[in-house]
């Protein structure tokens, strides 16, 4: 009696992870790709459904031969999805590579720091997130406009002669999303590198490797893991960022998530705000798999 329980404990503690990927992601995508299928409509909700399960069968299969793509071939012919995709993309890139800069020398830093700060260090980083993101976004507006800190320390120090122009802008964007999510890379650089085994380095010194080269050598490669996690970890949500490019970038930038959001609640499209959303989805779902494939193959060739 006391194995059949642990072996269905070990099943459901196997099964949980899937239950929770099927509630919480197989189901909102499927209900949104169903929405995607439909047509617009002056109803509420804003769209007919093309598949109706209450129907029967052979109104089911009827309406699956003539079912249409029309909603995402849309997207391919208004050059506006097309270069918000583009956009959406570039920005997220050099944001990640930007965060990448900025926050492996402070992993490095915490890594090397002695053990005794190191929950200290770990806090201040974490220490952001005790504030609302909502509100700290809203800071950088009054960091970065025209008559905010930053052109009024600048003109202090004799720097600039007229307030610089950030506000609205790209850069704006970028300094929104390299703050905001710096911790997200920060915190697995610090994980793998504070496992890695400084007598690596040592010996590579002891071998006339100078340090630069021994960072280049093997620092770096050993920190891989962290790197390309911490590059997801950002990338991901930034391809979608509303907020930020929202508040910081202007009406006239162009990212996905500001296009998703003007679909849905100012053009209440629904099915092509839909087609948009999954289109989106399957852009970082794509990377994710090609990611998860590249490292099982590296576990086999270890093994």
Do not use: H
Request: proline share 8%; charged share 10%.
């Amino acid at each position: 009696m006391a194995r059949f329980i642990s072996a269905i404990a070990a099943r459901f503690v196997i099964a949980l992870p899937y239950l929770w990927l099927l509630v919480f992601f197989l189901a909102p995508f499927l209900i949104v790709f169903k929405i995607s299928l439909s047509e617009p409509a002056l109803a509420m909700p804003p769209y007919q459904p093309v598949f109706d399960l209450f129907a029967g069968f052979s109104a089911f299969f009827e309406k699956l031969r003539a079912l249409s793509f029309s909603n995402y071939l849309w997207l391919f012919d208004d050059p506006l999805y097309v270069n918000a995709y583009l956009s959406s993309i570039w920005i997220a890139t050099v944001s990640t590579l930007i965060t990448l800069a900025v926050g492996y020398p402070i992993a490095y830093g915490m890594a090397r720091a002695p053990a005794s700060i190191r929950p200290t260090l770990l806090m201040l980083v974490i220490l952001p997130f005790w504030t609302s993101f909502l509100i700290r976004v809203y800071a950088w507006i009054g960091i970065l406009k025209p008559e905010g800190l930053l052109n009024q320390f600048l003109m202090f120090l004799g720097l600039i002669d007229e307030p610089l122009v950030i506000l609205n802008t790209t850069t704006a964007i970028y300094i929104g999303i390299v703050y905001s999510y710096l911790p997200f890379m920060v915190l697995p650089l610090y994980s793998t590198l504070e496992k890695m085994d400084g007598s690596l380095i040592e010996a590579a010194r002891d071998l006339g490797c100078p340090p630069m080269a021994a960072f280049w050598k093997v620092t770096f490669p050993m920190s891989l893991p962290g790197v390309v996690a911490g590059c997801m970890l950002v990338f991901i949500p930034a391809v979608g960022e509303f907020v930020i490019p929202d508040l910081l970038g202007g009406s006239r930038t162009l990212m996905i998530g500001k296009t998703l959001w003007t679909e849905f609640f100012n053009n209440r499209d629904w099915p092509v705000s839909s087609a948009v959303a999954v289109i989106l989805l399957l852009i970082l779902i794509v990377p994710i798999m090609l990611f998860q494939r590249s490292q099982a193959r590296s576990r086999e060739a270890g093994n």
